[in-house]
C-alpha cells in the first residue's frame, strides 16, 4: 500500500509539474458545452483558496453548497467571502450588471487561469452551472490524492461559454408503484443538478400508492398509501387476501415536501408534482370509494395478475370536483412552481359507459362520447388549478375530445401527440417512450433479463423538436422513470444513469454538437465519479448484442453488434467461458456447429474483459 500511495503521489507530483502541458487536454464534461477552448497552465486549488461571492445571498448560498461537495472531495476547507483577501487564489462568481443575451438566465461564462477562475451569469442559476462544470474538471477522486499525498488539486485552464438548448431539462421519479424515502429523493436531486437538469417532475400519487399528505382527505394517506407486500415481476403476484395486512408503502408528510421543495430550490431545480386523475387513481378510490363510478370497496393495487378493478374518478359525480379542489388547493400551496402535473393518461372509459352519473353529465353538457367526457374532465381540473395560480401538464391523452385552453401536452406515446399540441399553438414538453423511458431495458435481454428497450446509443438520437413544428412551443424534454418493475434505490440509479447523462446532453447542449464517440468518452469519465458517490449505474454499454440471421437455405446463423466502436466479441458453444482465446467475431455470421445448444459471449476492450457474460439458448434465439 505504501509502495502504491508514493507511486500515486509521484504521479501528482508529475501532473503539477507539468500542469501547462496537461492543460492542453479538454477536459471531459457532460453536457458538452457550447463551447470550450484550452488555455495555457492551469489554477491550484489550495486549502486557502477563497470563493467571492459578492452580496448575493442566492450566490453566496450556492457558494456554500459548492464549498461542501469540494470540501467532502479534497478535504481542503475552502472560504466562503464576499471580498477577497489580498495575495490569496480566488475562485470568483460575479453576478453581470448588464444582462448578457448570449448566455441567457441560465448560461454562464467560466474562465480558469493560474491567476484564478471567475465564473460570470446573469441569474445565480448560471452561477450553480458554472459550479458544476468546475466540479466536474475535479480529479475523479481527488480525496485520496488530498489525504494520502497532501497534495493540490489541479484545474486545467480553459474558457468556456455555455447555456442550455431547452427551458425543460426534467426528470421524472414514479413513488407510487414503490415508495422511495426523502433521503433517496434528495439524493436524486443531487445527481440531476450535476448534469444540469432544473426539472423534477414527481409522480406523487396511482392505483398502487397514495404518496403526499392532505389535510383535507386524511384516509388518502392512512389507507391509500400502504398495500399488502408483494416481490417479483409486477402484475404477476397475487392479489391481496382475506385478512392479509396492508404493510408496503408510505408518504410523505407534508413537511417533508416543504423540506425537499427546498433542497431543490437550492439547486436551481423546480419540482412538478402529479396527481394523476381521472384513471390511474385507486388509491384515491380505495380511500374514498364515493367517487368512482362502481363505489365499491377496493383494496390498493400490489401489481398482481387479477386485476385491480375500477380505478377511475366519477366525470358525473360533483364530489369529485369538489375532492379535487381541496387537493390541489393544498399541493399549490406546498409547491412554489407555476406547473402542477394532472396525468390525464390511461382512463378506463369502460366505466364511465355504465355509469348513469357519467353518461347523464354527457347528456346535460351535450358531450357527444366518452372521449369528449375526458376534455370536460380535464378542463374542469385546469380552471382548478388556474384558481390557484398554477398551469395544467397533461400526458398526450389529453388532446382527447379536445384540449383544455391553456394545457402543456406531454407527450410520451410517440412525437405525435406533442406535434399536434405544438401545431395548435400549445406548450409541448417531449418525452416518447422509445427514447425517454429509463424503465425499459437497456441492454441484450438475455444479459438484462428483462425486454429489449431502450440502448443508450438510441437515447443519444433523441431529437425534441420533430420536423415541421416552430420550435418555440418544444419546452425541452424528459426521462420518465417509472417503477412498477423498480423496488429499490439502486435500481433506479441503475436503471436512471447513464441513459440521464446521454438526455442531458440532448437538453442542454447545441445540437450541431451531438457526437456519439465523444459522448462515450466523456461518459466514461463519470463512471469514477458514480462510484466515489455511491451511485449505481448500468454497464450495459459494454455488453454484447446478439441476433439471429437467416441463411440461403432459411436455417440460422448468429451475428453480434455492440454500442462502442473498439469492443472485440469472442463466443464459445462447448459451455466453456469465452475469454480472449475463444473465438473472435468478426463481422460474418456465425454458422452454428451441429449438437451446438448454446452461445456463450462476452466483450474485450483493449485486451481487458468489458462486457458481462452473455449466455442464450439457440431455442430462445429462433423464437427471435
Not at 447542449?509 to 458514480?530: C, H, I, L, Y
Request: net charge neutral; with cysteine.
Amino acid at each position: 500500500m505504501k509502495i502504491k500511495m508514493n507511486a500515486l503521489c509521484l504521479a501528482v507530483t508529475i501532473l503539477l509539474l507539468t500542469g501547462s502541458v496537461m492543460a492542453q487536454s479538454l477536459p471531459a464534461l457532460v453536457p458538452e458545452p457550447v463551447s470550450m477552448k484550452s488555455m495555457p497552465g492551469s489554477f491550484i486549488v489550495k486549502p486557502q483558496t477563497q470563493i467571492v461571492t459578492g452580496n448575493n445571498a442566492e450566490v453566496t448560498a450556492t457558494a456554500k453548497l459548492f464549498a461542501e461537495q469540494v470540501n467532502a472531495c479534497t478535504g481542503h476547507t475552502l472560504k466562503v467571502v464576499s471580498a477577497a483577501s489580498s495575495g490569496v487564489s480566488a475562485i470568483t462568481l460575479q453576478l453581470n450588471k448588464a444582462a448578457d443575451k448570449t448566455i441567457g438566465t441560465e448560461g454562464y461564462l467560466l474562465e480558469v487561469k493560474a491567476s484564478g477562475i471567475v465564473i460570470r451569469a446573469n441569474q445565480p442559476a448560471g452561477i450553480l452551472y458554472g459550479l458544476q462544470t468546475l466540479l466536474q474538471m475535479l480529479p475523479p477522486d481527488p480525496e485520496s490524492l488530498a489525504r494520502e499525498c497532501k497534495q493540490q488539486i489541479v484545474i486545467p485552464a480553459v474558457a468556456i461559454t455555455d447555456y442550455p438548448r431547452f427551458g425543460w431539462r426534467g426528470l421524472m421519479l414514479d413513488v407510487s408503484r414503490h415508495f422511495f424515502t426523502k433521503e433517496f429523493v434528495k439524493k436524486f436531486i443531487d445527481h440531476m443538478v450535476k448534469y444540469k437538469y432544473n426539472v423534477f417532475h414527481w409522480h406523487l400519487s396511482d392505483d398502487s400508492g397514495w404518496r403526499i399528505a392532505i389535510k383535507a382527505y386524511p384516509q388518502l394517506t392512512k389507507v391509500g398509501a400502504w398495500r399488502v407486500p408483494r416481490t417479483g415481476r409486477w402484475a404477476t403476484s397475487p392479489m391481496a387476501q382475506p385478512g392479509e395486512a396492508a404493510t408496503d408503502g408510505g408518504f410523505y408528510t407534508q413537511d417533508d415536501i416543504r423540506e425537499i421543495v427546498k433542497y431543490a430550490q437550492q439547486r436551481a431545480i423546480t419540482i412538478v408534482p402529479e396527481i394523476d386523475v381521472p384513471g390511474h387513481s385507486q388509491a384515491l378510490i380505495v380511500a374514498y370509494p364515493a367517487v368512482s363510478c362502481t363505489g365499491e370497496q377496493y383494496k390498493v393495487y400490489p401489481g398482481s395478475n387479477g386485476g385491480m378493478g375500477d380505478n377511475v374518478l366519477c366525470a358525473g359525480n360533483e364530489e369529485s370536483f369538489e375532492m379535487l379542489d381541496k387537493i390541489y388547493g393544498e399541493i399549490a400551496a406546498l409547491f412554489p412552481g407555476q406547473y402542477i402535473h394532472a396525468g390525464g393518461d390511461e382512463v378506463n372509459k369502460s366505466f364511465w359507459k355504465a355509469c348513469a352519473k357519467c353518461q347523464q353529465r354527457m347528456k346535460s353538457e351535450g358531450l357527444k362520447d366518452e372521449h369528449e367526457l375526458q376534455s370536460y374532465f380535464i378542463k374542469r381540473v385546469e380552471k382548478i388549478l388556474i384558481s390557484k395560480g398554477k398551469k395544467l401538464i397533461g400526458w398526450d391523452e389529453i388532446l382527447e375530445g379536445g384540449l383544455a385552453p391553456e394545457a402543456t401536452v406531454m407527450s410520451w406515446q410517440g412525437m405525435e401527440g406533442g406535434t399536434a399540441a405544438a401545431k395548435a399553438g400549445h406548450d409541448v414538453i417531449m418525452s416518447p417512450l422509445q427514447y425517454c423511458y429509463l424503465d425499459y431495458g437497456q441492454g441484450e435481454p438475455a444479459t438484462e433479463h428483462m425486454w429489449a428497450g431502450t440502448r443508450l446509443s438510441k437515447t443519444y438520437q433523441f431529437e425534441p423538436v420533430p420536423p415541421g413544428v416552430d420550435a418555440k412551443y418544444i419546452l425541452g424534454g424528459q426521462g420518465n422513470v417509472w417503477t412498477e418493475f423498480i423496488a429499490t434505490g439502486s435500481r433506479v440509479e441503475y436503471m436512471t444513469w447513464p441513459r440521464a447523462l446521454a438526455l442531458s446532453e440532448v437538453y442542454w447542449s447545441p445540437a450541431g454538437k451531438r457526437n456519439w464517440d465523444s459522448f462515450v468518452t466523456r461518459m466514461e469519465a463519470q463512471f469514477p465519479r458514480f462510484d466515489q458517490a455511491g451511485v449505481k449505474y448500468a454497464p450495459s454499454v459494454y455488453d454484447a448484442d446478439i441476433f439471429p440471421v437467416k441463411d440461403e437455405q432459411g436455417g440460422m446463423k448468429i451475428g453480434f453488434r455492440t454500442e462502442i466502436a473498439d469492443l472485440k466479441v469472442y463466443y464459445t458453444f462447448d459451455h466453456s467461458f469465452p475469454d480472449n482465446t475463444a473465438d473472435l467475431y468478426n463481422g460474418t455470421p456465425i454458422t452454428i456447429p451441429i449438437g451446438a445448444t448454446e452461445i456463450w459471449a462476452v466483450t474485450y476492450r483493449k485486451g481487458k474483459p468489458a462486457g458481462r457474460l452473455l449466455r442464450i439458448g439457440l431455442d430462445e434465439l429462433k423464437k427471435r
